[in-house]
């Protein structure tokens, strides 16, 4: 004998007054009705004249701000190939005033390939060291740790010049004075506090429990730093290196203590030589030329690196 369930039995909604949540609820294929903004559940708020008028002191500020800092370098690019009298460029718009830096005693591209090969070096070496000590502040204990971390933050409370000359003395007693290789290394000195407090904060934003997965899993303690905090990392390591590019590519004042041949200037320094080169008469029209050469590859590394370069930043303000 079967015995069949009544409808209203297996039906929830059974005997209940239809509305507007019911209706929903029982209409095949329902969906929620979305805002202006195409998410779920949001409204976009409309625009007014109230919201504008709050947000145009910002956008004022902010337009402001980019226009006083664009305009030197957007006004020594305009000059550089304007005409002006007393430089290469007198008739008319062009590039005489490159032409004029180009051939500036050893030539433009020697100090291009040295202050490359200065920077380059200087990253390689900023990032190696700040990686591994970073790696080792971050995660392990060792006696005299904090001191040591507070020692090599110290070094930023040391003023930049007064360090150059006993640094010559020094280079000069390993033979590696008015060497590239020495300039990379001094550069290197002054960007690791920097960079190794940089890295600590980023390994310690990643959490503990990535580490003891490896290390279950087999992984010794190299293996976890390459296989699984080198990624994590990342910004960081690309903050450092842009900082370490920067400091190195635009630095003067090592350069000129510590480099003597003229054909081993690097690019700022040669630039600076360029300004006096005719009897003390200074060509602005080649010195603008050789500023726009010095700026590009900076704005363009900063420009293709910006989201990780902030992301870098970010990485310790969170620890999760």
Known sequence: MSTTMPRHSRDPLAGVPPT?????????????????SGAT???????????IALRTPYWVLTAGLALLFLYPLIWT?????????????????????YVTLANYQAGIWVYLLNSTFVSLLTVLLTLTVSLLGGYAFARFSFPGKDLLF???????????????????????????????????LVLTMFQLPFSMFMMRISFESVPRELDEAAMVDGCSAWTVLWKVLVPAVKPGLITVGLFAFLAAWNDFMAPLILINDSNRMTLPLAISNLRGQVQGVVDYGATEAGVVVLALPCILLFLILQRHYVRGFMSGAFKG
Do not use: E
């Open 20 to 36: 507007d949540s019911t209706i929903a609820l029982t209409a095949p294929n329902h969906r929620v009705a979305k805002g202006a």
């Open 41 to 51: 559940g949001r409204r976009r708020p409309p625009t007014t004249f109230a919201g």
């Open 77 to 97: 690019a305009i000059s550089s190939v304007s005409p002006l009298a007393g430089t290469n460029q007198t008739d008319g718009w062009g590039f005489g005033n």
């Open 150 to 184: 507070l020692s090599t933050l110290a070094i930023l409370m040391v003023p930049y010049a007064t360090l150059l000359i006993p640094l010559y003395v020094l280079l000069n007693s390993v033979g590696l004075s008015n060497s590239l290789v020495g300039v990379a």
